[in-house]
């Protein structure tokens, strides 16, 4: 479904990715894992038409990204959860919904029952609908940032860091929701410091080290590997700085 | 997909899109580059001096072509782990090549090459028409050699019955096989046609067997032998290639079509080149194997130059598999020869002669066969300090030779001692290698 091949990205000076091709087929959880400053959120906004890559191509369904602009790339139904949620904190729930629908905002009716269809499933987002989203915990937000992608109505969806500052409780709620979001049909690409979550529930799996793809596999395949386990699982491994 | 009735291991990889294939290749290349590039001292500087970058220059798999090749002596000079990648404690297998130089060529494993391998054996047993239903008697050795162990993990992944027989001992073989109710033999084709030979000796009749399939493997044969070891043994024989720098068995299997062995194109990027130049082959033509490894992680190889002489066939395959097919191996491009499915360099030979008197003395490299057995001399040129009057020092001698090349090759030789001046000449320069085996019969 999305094809990307030999892409570089800079940001600046920084030769942030380097000649990086991943894969995602159509259904599928795929988990791009990798320390801070590896490139991750480089990778997702190349997608997303939020930078231009330098070189290398993006395909999704056949048809070259990567020189959309970002609106046009959410409608060809590709949906972004951006890292941080970065959701609207002085708007209301229904408000930050709507703001989701955006390509879809001359559709008040279809926009109105895909927000009633979200709120009935997240019922702690229908308590709050009028609530102002900053005032959400911090689950909440992440829910919201995910209903808000949603409402593009998006095939594929990219979520960045969706565990973020979450507690592990709260985390694997999201990450239940994220494998429901697959089971109705939805492709996945999952950026996430928290290779551990990640992997679990990933069917494939891609380690970006500075800019660099170095291993890619199964999740589960993932999960045992004695590398990904030191660097990313924390077993007896120190961190990794370099970038 | 694939046709009705043919058994495949894994489908959604076997008979995957070739859009699909090159992209997957194409990713693991460069991920394979990328480590490569950090690990490995070798491919480093071979990149470096000439100025390639992988995350740069590497856009297409058609870039790997700029690479040079990686030879046996690349291997065995980085003797023993200095071409891993990996550290040591991340390898759980090592294994090593046969002796056809003076450093064996030292491979190593990680977990998840271990699981890979099993995997891609268990695909080429199966499309070799094996199942979990099998009995399979394996007669590769058992040991630092790649052959007995890596089929023997490939045919526990299929669930079959493994019975690790290792080499030799015929008879005790044919015991099994019959005992056993063994279905099918992993062996060298040559030793498909002793196991012949020797059950009509014993006058055991094939046909009360349970054997259904010979997998041959190990050296060069011929369609002729395919037809002799179906006929006398009442099996279906099917070809299988491996080569321990690269893996080991597991690499290509043919399928049940018996045209061709598919390549394992997932984990490898095979190409066919002109020996003398380099330079790409055409489909078809007959050139030297070259293969990179797209998954290995503790002993990858980039452009190796297998010496192995085959074709590339492209066509579509009758059994729905998509992976390319390679010809079988149709000899060697190089001065290896293949003894029980054990290669040797002449050459070496002569360095380990030399150790025991010091001097290298003029000796010829002579395989003979018998019935189908192949037997390897040493004819050595007598010279004064080879000499002696009493027939016990002589004999001391011709032991102490024997002993070592036995020991550095694992065949023990014949060793003949020959009239100065009478070793068959070219320029003036003793042939190093003579194969009587064709002509010998």
Sequence with gaps: MLTVKSLHAHYGNIHALKGVSLHVRSGEIVALIGANGAGKTTLVHSICGLLKPTKGSILFEDNDLTRLPPETIVRRGISLVPEGRQIFATLSVEANLEMGAFIHRKDRAGLRRDMDRLLERFPVLRQRRRQLAGTLSGGEQ????????????????????????????????????????????????????????????????????????????????????????RAYLGKGAKPIWDA | MKPEGVSIWEPDKECMGVEELRQLQLERLQATLNRVDRHVAFYRKMFRDIGFVPENDLADLDDLKRLPFTTRDDVSNSYPYEMFAVPLREVVRVHSSSGTSVNPRVVGYTKRDLKNWAQLVARILASAGLTHDDVIQVTFAYGLLTGGLGIHYGAERLGASVLPTSVGRTERQIKIMQDFRTTALVCTPSYALIIADKMDELGVDPKRLSLRHAVCAGEPWTEAMRREIQERLFVTATDNYGISEVMGPGVAGECLAQQGMHVQEDHFLVEIVDPKTGAPCEPGELGELVITTLTKEAFPVIRYRTGDLARLLPEPCVCGRTFRRISRIE???????????????????????????????????????????????????????????????????????RQKVANFIGIVPRIKLVERGSLERIDGKVKPFVDHRRTSQ
């Design chain 1, 142 to 229: 992440q829910m919201l940032a995910i209903c808000r992608a949603l409402m593009a109505r998006p095939r594929f969806l990219l979520l960045d860091e969706p565990s973020m500052g979450l507690a592990p409780l709260i985390v694997r709620e999201i990450f239940d929701i994220i494998q429901e979001l697959r089971g109705e049909g939805r492709t996945i690409l999952l950026i996430e410091q928290n290779a551990r979550a990640a992997l679990q529930i990933a069917d494939r799996g891609y380690v970006l080290e500075t800019g660099k793809i170095v291993l890619q596999g199964e999740g589960r395949e993932l999960l045992a590997h004695r590398e990904v386990q």
């Design chain 2, 331 to 401: 000899g060697r491009c190089d001065d290896v020869v293949v003894i029980k499915g054990i290669n040797i360099i002449p050459e070496r030979i002569g360095d380990v002669l030399e150790q025991v008197k010091g001097e290298r003395p003029v000796y010829q490299v002579v395989v003979t066969r018998q019935g189908n057995l192949d037997q390897l001399e040493i004819w050595i040129e007598v010279t004064e300090r080879l000499f002696f009057d009493k027939m016990r020092e002589q004999r001391t001698l011709v032991d102490d030779m």
